[in-house]
């Protein structure tokens, strides 16, 4: 299945979301979605899923045997085998939940589809949607600004991996691990239990200046690639350590001559509010 793989807010809850591009379809993680219909944690959803399948295989219904499986990110990072079904499947899961909520997630679910037909056609939709999120999150235009021109970046340098014969998930996310444990002194994981951040995304909650050396390690490991042409992860992951040391190198000296530490578990300060930012 050819997936884009991302997230979706429904009223500031996560619900993992991939994108098939040859069925022009979304396909969203069940439990997600049981967790906000029945305002319940991920465990709890998850064992309403488990009992909810049980009484639809007793009644015959066809919904569990079709449901499909993609690897998405869990809460620790990592990419597994998680229950997905199509927007026609879940209205009709929808019926077998009693919800309060039934009906405006009907409603979100038809915007989901639409908004992602009018991004096929005219790209810049889609920035522009971005954009308002951030701004409806309290971000400063000039955060915003910094974090839209991160995700230029990390295409670049995720393009760059691909072109040196990268190509499995695991990879890509080892190697972001590399390139973020050089550069802050954290891995990924570290940087995230230093921000207290579980499902949301460590870009949001990055200060100016942290999101600023990332894209410094990024875009220094993409263009060391591209002048000594590596390939293999072996000959890459050289590429991306180098790269990275480059923007360590630049916190060092910021960190010195300000007397401050650049990386540390406070969130955008240009933000008026902190809060959920996954996005």
Known sequence: MNKDN?????????????????????????????????DSDYTKARNYWKWLKNKLNQEGS?????????????????RYNTDVMNS?????LIQSIPSKKAEPFKLWLAEVGQDRIDETYDPEIAINRALETYRKKGYSEEWINQRLKTIEIRKEFTDELKRTGISQNKDFAILTNVLTQVWSGYTVKEY??????????LRDNMTNMELVLNMLAETSSTEISKGVNPYGFSE???????????AKMAKEQIEKASGKKIVSNKNSKNKKSLGDTSQ
């Open 192 to 201: 995230k239990n230093l921000k207290g951040l579980k499902k949301e995304n």
């Open 6 to 38: 991302s997230i979706k807010l429904f009223e500031n809850k996560n619900i993992r979301v991939a994108w098939n591009e040859k069925e022009e379809t979304w396909y969203f993680s069940v439990v997600d979605i049981i967790s906000v219909l029945t």
């Open 236 to 246: 890459t992951k050289e590429t991306v350590i180098k790269g990275a040391n480059v």
């Open 88 to 92: 026609e499947q879940i209205l009709r």
């Open 62 to 78: 066809q919904l569990v045997s079709k449901t499909n499986q993609l690897k998405m990110i869990a809460t620790d990072g990592k």
